[in-house]
């Protein structure tokens, strides 16, 4: 893997540290008016999430990490993994409980996602922005109202629970919008 | 377009407004406004500047030579200096490498002065005074702080600079939740003393008032004199202003032996660092062979200054084009 000097750092770059892969956040270089100067940089871990502050002496290396975004497609889940496979290549990963994380409820099968992996491994899994499943299950709701307001819990076919309109039934198709969890419409199949 | 875009033309007139008022500051104070070489065959020996480095291909004595921009204007000034020209200033655009930040532009303006006949002690007052005069009106500013480098280091830490070890020095890094750099030295107290000077005493220098910090410790006095009865000690010293370093400032360094060993000593240093070998400016160490007047000179950042006047927070903001869209 390639080094990175602190003179590259800047937003998004992966590097290694203490065994983790982390993502560049924010990177400032400071400077006494004579004397060592140092880079103060505002790291993620990939891992975790957290942000933590290092600092290197400027000019330094660091490892960079073998971290990419690829798009794959959802395949099954065994009861443990979520298996995913390359479009392209076929190829086929799987991605534990930590990496898919809150994602989980919104995996329905054959759906493009957007996998981080790190050395070849998801580290974490992004559903797509939006869904369109199918209501499983929903308090029958009171014919007539159109208006949206107040709204009930409907459970879909993945298990999510998202709040609907009181117009809408089950059995019916809506769309999602993973990053909120909210019920955005009804899709006519 | 973007390569079109400048500053508010509120901020080249502040600047412009400045600039004339530093030369009425001087006139009026007799010293002489000076040029001197941007281009030299000698290049500043301090391992943690970097110069930039080109080449000459033209005709003449200088041909095909490696030619490095200056850093500062500080080795010419003072050869006029010791050829008798009394107190001098300049306003001189400088270069260096690897130097870039909110903070830092790695081509910026330096206000340079020197007084013949001053100690820095005297110096820090004449920078009072201009400072004071630029930023009237602009940024209202409390009595003036001065500290020692001993007094500061003790203040915050309880630590004396001039003797702590390495091994102090990384605890009081540690106490105060620093990630420790890797590839620290073990040996020179230096780098931790501005590690912990850049991440926890800087920012609190000077808040709404100028603060001048001075008598450093001889490994960090540069082109300073050491304190006759206490050569621990460099009579150098630094201001800050809203945590920012504005000024840096020495009684200056007449011997020429001792300016030869620490331009040799800093060689060395960065050949143990795998850093270039700079040619050492013979012209000033003859200069000062044959005697330099008593004097105390300051280099400020005009760029810094220019900001703080006008209350921004990036260099970027105040120059007509920064470094990424010259």
Redesign the interface.
Known sequence: MATYSTNEFKGGLKIMLDGDPYTVVENEFVKPGKGQAFNRVKVRNLKTGRVIERTFKSGDTVEGADVVDVELQYLYNDGEYWHFMDPQSFEQVTADAAAVSDAAKWLKEEAICQVTLWNGVPLSVAAPNFVIMTIIETDPGLRGDTSGGGGKPATLETGAVVRVPLFVQSGEVIKVDTRTGEYVSRVKE | MSGYKHPASGILRLRAELLAQIRAFFAAREVLEVETPMLSAAATT?P?LTSFVTAYSGPGPRHAQTLYLHTSPEFPMKRLLAAGSGCIYQIARVFRD???????NPEFTLLEWYRVGFDHHQLMQEVTDLVTELLADRLPLAEPEWLSYQDMFERQFGLNPHQATVAQLVIATEKRR???????PKENV??W???L???CI?PGLGQGRLCFVYDYPAS?A?LARLQPDNPLVGERF?LYLNGI?LA?GFHELGDAVEQRHRFTAENAARQAQGLPVMPIDENLLMALAEGLPDCAGVALGFDRLVMLAAGKETLAEVLAFPFDRA
């Open positions: 301090d943690h690897g130097e870039a930040g909110r903070r830092h620093i990630s420790i750099p890797p590839g620290m230096d780098p003393l501005d590690l000077l850049t991440h800087e960090q540069a630094e370093e840096n």
